[in-house]
């Protein structure tokens, strides 16, 4: 995935932590946040290593970890965010009340690339993403902007980018707000 949207889709997530009441108060204080990744073939330690100085920069720090236990309470509960990037493919009903609970309680979930494709065993994961990855292609596409009057995109007039093309099933679309979206044929993949 591109660095540069990596990077625009923490913005648009740690702009709306920001503006979210709970977090208001805590507007002074650094953003702490977990990033999950594995060791597959996305790399994420690699793209983490390149994204925690450009937020440390920002204010934003960044934890990396590729161990599972993280997703309990008492450590959850200590960041104001968790980033996904995995192909991890089952979660523990444990884990995965401990991930649904911290993010009822107004934490930030982020989810990127290939997290649509973790924890299978978990249909309310799935619906939490939004969807989940079926297949994919790659190629150069350029964004669509779906609520251009939308806080986020303010001045924003999407990109042009190669990329993987992912193609999703089992779309959520319950409290779900579509920023911009790539064409896929007839379909829209937000």
């Not at 889709?9 to 709306?16: D, E, H, I, N, T």
């Not at 806080?151 to 190669?162: H, L, Q």
């Not at 679309?173 to 993949?189: C, M, P, V």
Request: glycine residues 8%; negative net charge.
């Amino acid at each position: 995935m591109n660095v540069g949207r990596i990077l625009f889709l923490l913005g648009c997530v740690f702009a709306s932590l920001l503006a979210q009441p709970s977090l208001s108060v805590a507007a002074d204080k650094n953003l702490k946040v977990l990033f999950l990744g594995d060791q597959g073939h996305h790399r994420p330690a690699d793209r983490a290593a390149q994204l925690i100085p450009v937020l440390r920069s920002r204010g934003i720090s960044v934890e990396y970890t590729e161990s599972m236990a993280i997703l309990e309470p008492e450590t959850l509960n200590q960041y104001d965010a968790l980033v996904i990037y995995a192909n991890i493919t089952e979660i523990k009903p444990d884990q995965e009340k401990a991930l649904l609970d911290y993010v009822r309680s107004g934490k930030g979930f982020v989810p990127l690339h290939c997290a649509s494709y973790c924890f299978l065993n978990s249909p309310a994961y799935i619906a939490l993403v939004g969807a989940q990855f079926q297949r994919h292609g790659g190629q150069e596409f350029i964004t669509k902007i779906a609520e251009p009057d939308h806080p986020i995109m303010k001045n924003f007039e999407g990109f042009r980018s190669w990329d993987e093309t992912y193609i999703h099933h089992k779309h959520n679309s319950d409290g779900r707000t579509i920023l911009e979206y790539r064409e896929q044929g007839e379909q829209a993949e937000g």
